[in-house]
């Protein structure tokens, strides 16, 4: 019995024991949290002088203001070499191993010494937001980049960031107010719209948008599946996917209210961002002088809780002002892209999934052949045909454009080639060419044709399924999670 009740009271003193322990393991664990918690701005500040090459340096401010939108003082872009990741991004996407995936994206590394900066100073509960994230050694810059520039310190831009607006941007314009790099004159606000999004416009639009559907304005659209195209003429075959005819592009665009002269905000559903940018080639290819895209779409109107409206608005017609094309060399047809298949001074991007690039699957159901063009290379695009997530930010915002050119250059794809966009039939292409545009890139197009074209072409020639042999990487650095 004796025997019993010592081991018994060994028993409950163990237990305690590792209660006590795992309190005080706890405790630590705690107090360590608290610490990092509790890291106060002032406590993190670093001046602008201390930033050098080894330092990791992070632009937590709206993705406009990263491309080149002024702030409040008038200054335009971001430190060099900074990478973008705006702490609203940290609200956008609750799961924080995707946030890791961003990150990881970015290859930022979180056991790097890093700052952050905003326009001025960083407030303590965007520092919280970061510190939160598992960063071990994180500082912000004293002042920001209304500090950083008073010692004549220069910014980097992107050279065409005017042809990406904000849905700030709109919301001012539509309120009649006069946002940046707005001259005045006639504008319209144009939501496209997938065949699959019917009532998409109707429960709800931008104010004073107008709505058209992708079928209407970006294409001639031919059956959706290979047994279809039996019995059918090859030249007619060769039409559809391609642009409208160009009397038809008028006739859409004149009854839209659109004229050479109008001011055009383009902007889609997350889904449909590359039927917004296959209308603004469209647009652009007629001569419309001055086109714009809502960077990031109706995804970030949405999450920026800007108003949706669902009243019906008026169109009135008008003359378009001018012959259709005005402006015909931005877009490559079958000789051209032939062509430049075997010039050593061009490069031939294929806006692709990799599993298409490399000839394992064609990606659509009315193409029935896997491969791709000759001497095509890898431009990356997304997880599926019909996908662009490597273009694209958690807010549907375009991907940091340095980090764009740098995956191109590895592949040849530089800006003092020729280069031809191309993916099934050019509406990813079309999305990659405006970034190339707004890069200032200029011996650029797009082979609106793509793979649809050239396989039905009796002399094309393919490349050889797989990578190439100087292929500069074994598989993309590619990042899916949604």
């Given at each position: 019995?004796?025997?019993?009740?010592?081991?018994?009271?060994?028993?409950?003193?163990?237990a305690?024991?590792?209660?006590?322990?795992l309190?005080a393991?706890?405790?630590?664990?705690?107090?360590?949290?608290?610490?990092?918690?509790?890291?106060?701005?002032?406590?993190?500040?670093?001046?602008?002088?201390?930033?050098?090459?080894?330092?990791?340096?992070?632009?937590?401010r709206?993705?406009?203001?990263?491309i080149?939108?002024?702030?409040?003082?008038?200054?335009?872009?971001h430190?060099?070499?900074?990478?973008d990741?705006?702490?609203?991004?940290?609200?956008?996407?609750?799961?924080?191993?995707?946030?890791n995936?961003?990150?990881?994206?970015?290859?930022?590394?979180?056991?790097?010494?890093t700052?952050?900066?905003?326009?001025?100073?960083?407030?303590?509960?965007e520092?919280?937001?970061?510190?939160?994230?598992?960063?071990?050694d994180i500082?912000?810059?004293?002042g920001?980049?209304?500090?950083?520039?008073?010692d004549?310190?220069?910014?980097?831009?992107?050279?065409?960031?005017?042809?990406?607006?904000s849905?700030?941007?709109?919301?001012?314009?539509v309120?009649g107010?006069?946002?940046?790099?707005y001259?005045?004159?006639k504008?319209?606000?144009?939501?496209?719209?997938?065949?699959?999004?019917?009532?998409?416009?109707?429960?709800?639009?931008?104010?004073?948008?107008i709505?058209?559907?992708?079928?209407?304005?970006?294409h001639?659209?031919?059956?959706?599946?290979?047994?279809?195209?039996?019995?059918?003429?090859?030249?007619?075959?060769?039409?559809?996917?391609?642009?409208?005819e160009?009397?038809k592009?008028?006739?859409?665009?004149?009854?839209?209210?659109?004229?050479?002269?109008?001011?055009?905000?383009?902007?889609?559903?997350?889904?449909?961002?590359?039927?917004?940018?296959?209308?603004?080639?469209?647009?652009?290819?007629?001569g419309?002088?001055n086109?714009?895209?809502?960077?990031?779409?109706?995804?970030?109107?949405?999450?920026?809780?800007k108003?949706?409206?669902?009243?019906?608005?008026?169109?009135?017609?008008?003359?378009?002002?001018?012959?259709?094309?005005?402006?015909?060399?931005?877009?490559?047809?079958?000789?051209k892209?032939?062509?430049?298949?075997?010039?050593?001074?061009?490069a031939?991007?294929?806006?692709?999934?990799?599993?298409e690039y490399?000839?394992?699957?064609?990606?659509?159901?009315?193409?029935?052949?896997?491969?791709?063009?000759?001497?095509s290379?890898?431009?990356?695009?997304?997880?599926?045909?019909y996908?662009?997530?490597d273009?694209?930010?958690?807010?549907n915002?375009?991907?940091?454009?340095?980090?764009?050119?740098?995956?191109?250059?590895?592949?040849?794809?530089?800006?003092?080639?020729?280069v031809?966009?191309?993916c099934?039939?050019g509406?990813?292409?079309?999305?990659?060419?405006?970034?190339?545009?707004?890069?200032?890139?200029?011996?650029?197009?797009?082979?609106?044709?793509?793979?649809?074209?050239?396989?039905?072409?009796?002399?094309?020639?393919?490349?050889?399924?797989?990578?190439?042999?100087?292929?500069?990487?074994?598989?993309?650095?590619?990042?899916?999670?949604?």
């Open positions: 019995m004796k025997l019993k009740k010592i081991k018994k009271k060994l028993l409950i003193v163990a305690l024991s590792l209660v006590v322990a309190t393991c706890n405790g630590e664990k705690k107090v360590e949290e608290d610490t990092q918690k509790t890291l106060k701005v002032e406590e993190a500040l670093v001046k602008a002088d201390s930033l050098d090459d080894s330092t990791q340096i992070i632009d937590i709206h993705p406009d203001k990263f080149g939108w002024e702030n409040e003082k008038k200054l335009s872009g430190i060099a070499g900074a990478v990741f705006p702490v609203e991004w940290v609200n956008y996407e609750p799961n924080k191993e995707n946030l995936i961003e990150l990881n994206r970015r290859h930022i590394n979180k056991d790097k010494k700052v952050l900066y905003s326009d001025g100073d960083v407030k303590q509960e520092l919280d937001k970061f510190v939160s994230l598992g960063f071990n500082h912000v810059l004293e920001g980049i209304n500090e950083f520039t008073k004549n310190r220069k910014l980097q831009r992107l050279a065409g960031y005017q042809m990406y607006v849905p700030q941007w709109v919301e001012d314009l309120d107010k006069k946002p940046q790099g001259e005045g004159g504008y319209k606000i144009v939501e496209i719209s997938l065949p699959s999004e019917k009532d998409e416009y109707k429960n709800g639009h931008i104010k004073g948008a709505n058209m559907n992708s079928d209407e304005i970006n001639k659209p031919g059956p959706r599946t290979v047994q279809e195209y039996e019995g059918i003429p090859m030249e007619e075959q060769l039409r559809f996917w391609g642009f409208p160009d009397e592009i008028k006739e859409v665009l004149e009854n839209a209210g659109i004229d050479k002269d109008t001011t055009v905000v383009l902007y889609a559903t997350e889904k449909g961002t590359t039927a917004a940018n296959r209308a603004a080639l469209v647009m652009d290819y007629a419309v002088s086109i714009k895209l809502l960077n990031g779409g109706k995804e970030l109107w949405k999450l920026e809780k108003p949706l409206d669902k009243e019906v608005v008026e169109i009135e017609t008008v003359e378009f002002g001018a012959d259709i094309p005005q402006n015909p060399s931005i877009v490559f047809d079958y000789e892209e032939k062509q430049l298949t075997e010039d050593k001074n061009a031939i991007a294929s806006v692709r999934s990799f599993d490399i000839g394992k699957m064609s990606g659509y159901t009315y193409i029935d052949k896997a491969g791709d063009i000759k001497n290379r890898f431009a990356y695009a997304g997880s599926n045909p996908a662009m997530e273009y694209r930010n958690i807010d915002t375009m991907f940091n454009y340095n980090m764009c050119a740098d995956r191109w250059s590895r592949w040849g794809i530089t800006p003092d080639k020729t031809s966009f191309h099934g039939t509406w990813r292409a079309a999305e990659t060419y405006y970034i190339a545009k707004a890069m200032g890139w200029n011996k650029i197009g797009v082979y609106v044709g793509g793979w649809y074209e050239w396989i039905k072409m009796p002399d094309s020639q393919d490349k050889e399924k797989g990578l190439p042999k100087d292929a500069p990487e074994s598989k993309p650095e590619e990042y899916f999670y949604k």
